[in-house]
């Protein structure tokens, strides 16, 4: 008796602490409604125009076929009430390719350590302009294919924005929060928020730079799984 | 070395010296246009060289403009250096010789203040190294002024033109101040707070609340890192505008009374008239970089025309007050600059119980 009662909350006890019991799981997708403006053409250096066989654009509207709007970066306005969240020890990587920084727009948590790294071959800055009490601006040199840099922010931001002053047209944004659960649409508009959302009531935003916000309230409870849809539009000229 | 007589070549050197402080503002504004003041991230090194040894092959894009914006600098540190030694050497007026003393003391401020906008990353003294490279600028060309062997023959300006003084010096100070305005939107590095010229987002006016600067920023598709547009920013655009129309103004009524109270040709009314010309080319200029979405060459070229305003009303204001400033003393109080028609007279006439 005594031992399957231990098990019992053994079991319970690493349900919560695995997260696998009891979660709620939040994904979705952002349509944009309308037709954006057509991107502009970055004009590059010589040594950059070398790592592109065809023009490229910005990105400020990445539109699926069907209406699916990338790079808008979702997240709860609020994380589960009364928990705190260490950060996670994985390191995202905000990467410098043919001069592009990739991804336009990442997430990480406050303290999360996540990497620069510069791929290619040539030299590069990265300049981050946090505007947050506690977050610093950095601007450091990254002259070698290959370096790494390790940051982090310690203040919730959104968005940081990263540039290089070296090359103007390269710009990105990272969303820094005190909980995990956010996350980016990809380039069909889709997103799924960590599966491992205990139930409650929260705000969903859906924040595009160029879109605007757009937020949601939801109620989760144990084990749903809830589809949370956002439209944005295409900003109106007056 | 003579103490005696002016040097025309100390003169040149200075006009020399002063020029190339004009030109070092426009490398240091193609910098800015270019949004290349962080492009190298050290000081006084550059990515960790001697930034005299620094390869060329590394001159790569806003290294480039950042790169050479510093060896400029270095350049007229330079120049600055070896005219204040020469005046100190060669200048018999001990004023004339603290002039050039400050403008030294002033290039190697400049210098340290572009460094620690650098390292410091901090815009507010990018501000400020603009706002003093100006200052820079008018220092050194008065001072190549007052070194010129022509300086003690010009003519004094009478008593009933001395109403033209504040007016020339008030709208030389606005025009300081249109450049400092200037420099506060370029060191936003937020781009064009207003996109279209004359109208303002379509209006007379534009709307500067919250939603409205939330839906200009959402309408910019920029092609450069620059940062969102604020109410503050559009506020600042707008107060440029509006000073440039009391310049221009100031500058035509400045033109236009000199000439009537000095006669066409005092060198006052003649800068005055090269003035109008300059501040015309300068608006033009400002309705141009709008309507070019910024394009950093007419960017900067619209800095390097401030930098010649200011510079001609700055010349207009010293000649205007030279003899009020006690400015007239010439080099020796008998001897006459060598080669200047009519200035033995003249400066005896003027030298006098402040020679």
Redesign the interface.
Known sequence: MKTSALGIVLAVAGGVVSGTVAAAEIGGKVTLKGTP?A??T??F????GKLHTAPQT?R?FVVGTDGGLANVFVYLKEGPAGKTYPPPAKMPVLDQVNCFYEPYVMGVMTNQKFQIKNSDP??H?V?A?PKEAGNR?????Q?VKGMVTEKSFASREVLV?F?????????AYVGVLEHPYFAVTDKDGKFALPADLPAGKYTVVAYH????EASQEITVAEGDKKAVNFTLEV???? | MTRSTPNPWLARFAWVTAAATLGLICVGGLVTS?????????WPNT?GYNMFFFPIS?W????FY?HTHRLAAAGVGLLTAVLAVWVWLAEPRAWVRWLAGAAFGGVVLQGVLGGLRVTL?ADELGVVHAALAQLFLVWVAALALFLSPGWPSLPPVPAAARSLRPLLLGTTVLVFGQLVLGALMRHQHAGLAIPDFPLAY?RLWPSMDAEAI??YN??R?????V?PITAFQVGLQMAHRLVALGIVAGIVVSARRASRLLGRAHPVTRLARVWVGVVLVQFGLGAVTIWTEKSADLTTAHVGVGAVTLLLGALACVIACRDMLGLTRVWDAHAPPAGVAGSGALAARLTGPSA
Not at chain 1, 137 to 141: D, L, T, W
Not at chain 1, 163 to 171: A, I, L, S, T
Not at chain 2, 221 to 225: F, K, S, Y
């Open positions: 403006p991107e502009r970055v004009e250096d010589a040594l950059c910005t400020h040539l030299m800055n300049h302009t601006e950095f601007n450091i040199g002259p924005r540039k290089c002053d070296v090359h103007p047209w390269m710009f730079l160029k879109a605007g900003p109106a000229a007056r | 270019r949004g290349a003041g962080l492009a190298v991230p050290d990515y590394q790569v894009g806003g290294i950042e990353i379509g939330a839906r959402q309408l598709l920029e092609t450069t890192a940062r």
